[in-house]
């Protein structure tokens, strides 16, 4: 396994901390950080995350923090992009102890208390990394200190939304919740509405409605999209054929799967292999360390 140093992303000893936006086309080696955390979030795109021995589903919009010494790794990355914020602990201690003593503000030193946020505080947090990607690269006069109230605002915004979403989540949140984790977990396996509903506790036409409500298509329309996903990733990254591609994402016919796969994509399941080979080539093995 391999271990991950905050200098080699910055060789200021006085201030360590760094922030980029980054992805992964490819799976990751399992790695930890040597003295230094991490937050990430998810800007576009799912993977799967690895965290020790346990694994999830992540998404768009979804903020999460990586202590030292913790091992992770992602898998079947698909369009995944993300922004990391790399610092020493000890930068959170200038915030005020009305921050530091709170419960919320404990949860951002854990894994499990990972955030999903929702489209407009998705959106606030977007615009406050920019601002900090900007401050980082103008290196202007007083930018550390700008960076880390910046930081600090961001690391207070997080800490409402943790405790906003655990008191506002409605009842519907929290069934699409399990829904999306359940489909996510088991997209290869046959999947019928009735079999979704029945492991998540909620009626087919109530599961049906809120999904609607929510995101505008339907819950086999979402799995449809997860297995795509899968496969996209499973053509760049595997020489598995069409057919074993076809049964590892839940097809069990692999004419059906090429029709819905170039229906989504344009192209056919082995054209798209052969164009994504032929730019991995051409990017000749550049590639992004976290």
Not at 112 to 140: G, Q, W
């Amino acid at each position: 396994m391999k271990v991950v140093y905050l200098e080699w992303f910055t060789k200021d000893e006085t201030f360590p901390f760094f922030i980029q936006y980054g992805g992964h086309d490819e799976d990751t080696d399992f790695h930890k950080h040597n003295g230094f955390s991490e937050m990430v979030i998810v800007l576009e795109g799912t993977a799967t995350h690895i965290v020790n021995t346990e694994s999830s589903l992540i998404k768009k919009g979804d903020v999460f923090v990586l202590n030292e010494g913790t091992y992770h790794a992602y898998k079947n990355p698909n369009n995944f992009k993300i922004c990391n914020i790399m610092y020493y602990s000890d930068i959170l201690l200038s915030a005020g102890p009305d921050l530091r003593t709170s419960s919320e503000y404990r949860n951002l030193h854990t894994y499990s208390s990972k955030l999903s946020l929702s489209i407009p505080s998705f959106e606030y947090v977007s615009s406050l990394t920019s601002a900090m990607i900007d401050e980082h690269k103008s290196r202007l006069n007083g930018y550390q200190t700008m960076l880390i109230s910046q930081f600090l605002a961001l690391a207070v915004y997080l800490s409402r939304q943790y405790d906003s979403t655990e008191k506002c989540m409605t009842r519907n949140q929290m069934h699409l919740a399990n829904v999306i984790s359940y489909i996510g977990n088991h997209y290869s396996e046959p999947l019928t509405m009735e079999k979704i509903a029945a492991k998540t506790d909620i009626s087919v036409r109530h599961l049906n409605r809120i999904f609607q409500a929510y995101y505008q298509t339907t819950p086999i329309s979402y799995l449809q999209t997860i297995r795509l996903e899968r496969a996209c990733t499973l053509l760049k990254q595997t020489n598995l054929s069409i057919t074993e591609i076809s049964g590892e994402c839940g097809f069990n016919d692999s004419n059906y799967f090429t029709r819905q796969f170039t229906r989504a994509y344009g192209q056919s399941p082995k054209a798209y292999r052969l164009s994504r080979q032929s730019y991995q080539h051409e990017r000749n093995g550049q590639r992004v360390v976290l």
